[in-house]
């Protein structure tokens, strides 16, 4: 009986003794405040110059997390020991970086835009001008800015009158991909993912999806052998899926400009008609499709 109450004694201290480790690795949190309000108790595995590296409180193990030092306003440890960032650093004179307050590091100076941004944005894209088309865009961004939605709106300068150079395109000679002299009208949709949110200067990159109509000289059979070609005015269509990227500038809360490249694939769909009209055929034609961008917009509330 006594070695079973033995037994029975120490298997109960180690169940306390686990327990007990349990609960100083519970209460072991450190809590992490950021600068757009949120707090989270978190376990501090490094802070460096740039980096604040953290993991889940509950165990060792876990994915480890990675937030930029400028998102941190200040970590509060499990001994108590308090160490501010951005929102209470002193800013030197004549210089871009604040001075920690604990570790004595320096840091770079809060970015006002990261949080404090506009999230509507309407632009103009000046590369499309010099290949024959005006576009503008409307750009609507998440509440964290970093995602938005872009809905551009292209109009080609022939089909307005405002432009004299017309290229002669066929199906088989002189055509064209996503830059189309003889373009009327596109419009679609593009989605971009900020990795790093909004600031001053963000890279972003995204899907683009555009449908569009353009003018195209068909050549119509008339009559029986010996054949006589026509030419004949048609309009065609085209879609193109590119996926972009570019860098988003941002001097004022208001001006913004944006530098960008796409790559993708562009089909065009060309229409053929007998000597009635009636059209008795079509035919689909893809090629490989580039785009740039060069914007100037406006961003507002």
Not at 27 to 41: E, H, I, K, P, W
Request: with cysteine; hydrophobic share 35%.
């Amino acid at each position: 009986m006594t070695y079973i109450q033995n037994n029975l004694m120490k298997n109960l201290i180690t169940i306390l003794l686990l327990l007990a480790l349990g609960s100083t690795q519970l209460l072991a949190q450190d809590t992490l405040y950021r600068v757009d309000g949120r707090v989270s108790n978190v376990r501090i595995i490094e802070v460096n110059n740039n980096q604040v590296k953290y993991r889940n409180p509950l165990g060792q193990g876990g994915p480890l997390f990675v937030l930029n030092r400028m998102e941190v306003s200040k970590i509060v440890y499990s001994d108590g020991r308090i160490e501010n960032f951005n929102a209470s650093a002193p800013i030197q004179a004549n210089s871009n970086y604040a001075y920690g307050s604990v570790w004595g590091t320096n840091v770079p100076k809060p970015d006002p835009l990261r949080t404090n941004f506009k999230r509507r944005y309407v632009n103009i894209n000046v590369t499309d001008y010099f290949a024959g088309a005006i576009t503008l865009g409307y750009e609507y961004f998440t509440k964290e800015g970093d995602y938005s939605l872009r809905i551009p709106v292209s109009i080609g300068l022939n089909s307005i009158g405002a432009s004299n150079f017309k290229i002669r395109e066929t199906e088989y000679e002189d055509r064209q991909s996503y830059y189309r002299e003889n373009k009327n009208f596109s419009t679609g949709f593009e989605c971009y993912y900020y990795p790093y949110g909004q600031g001053k200067v963000r890279y972003y990159f995204g899907p683009a999806i555009e449908i569009g109509w353009f003018d195209y000289t068909d050549e119509m059979v008339l009559g029986s052998f010996p054949y006589t070609l026509k030419d004949v005015e048609m309009k065609g269509t085209f879609q193109s899926v590119l996926v972009h990227q570019g860098v988003l500038f941002q001097p004022t809360a208001e001006i913004n400009f944006n530098i960008g490249i796409g790559f993708g694939y562009c089909q065009s769909r060309f229409r053929h008609q007998d000597g009635n009209g009636t059209e008795i055929a079509s035919s689909k034609r893809g090629e490989f499709a580039a785009r740039y961008m060069l914007t100037v917009g406006y961003k507002f509330d």
